[in-house]
Nanobody, 121 residues
Framework: VQLQASGGGLVQSGGSLRLSCEASGKIFSVNAMAWYRQAPGKQRELVAVLIRGDKTNYADAVKGRFTISGDIDKNTVYLQMTNLEPDDTAVYYC????????????????WGPGTLVTVSS
């Protein structure tokens, strides 16, 4: 499974960015797609998840500012980030919980390079 995240960049505090991600490979069906982030010197943390049926969950730190959306059936997910703060600076990763054509379940098993978001004050 390959998960390609894109859309990061440098933005001023209060600005907005939209991240995109597409999962590819021998995918049978996707259960959920999620965004994680890892700030310098910190552990990777869950930011938001989109679950089949259009259910969403967010980390408390981003509620009201970030919106996850996408098309589970097309293996794509987006993260609209608004009112960005310097504490949002991190590498953002997307990942997925899905079933492969082989019948194996992939649950956030590997991590791609992510996309860097830098928020200046």
């Amino acid at each position: 499974v390959q998960l390609q995240a894109s859309g990061g960049g440098l933005v001023q505090s209060g600005g907005s960015l939209r991240l995109s991600c597409e999962a590819s490979g021998k995918i049978f069906s996707v259960n959920a797609m999620a965004w994680y982030r890892q700030a310098p010197g910190k552990q990777r943390e869950l930011v938001a998840v989109l679950i089949r049926g259009d259910k969403t969950n967010y980390a408390d730190a981003v509620k009201g500012r970030f919106t996850i959306s996408g098309d589970i059936d097309k293996n794509t997910v987006y993260l609209q980030m608004t009112n960005l703060e310097p504490d949002d600076t991190a590498v953002y990763y997307c990942n997925a919980d899905l079933w492969l054509v082989s019948g194996i379940r992939y649950q956030y098993d590997t991590w791609g390079p992510g996309t860097l978001v830098t928020v200046s004050s």
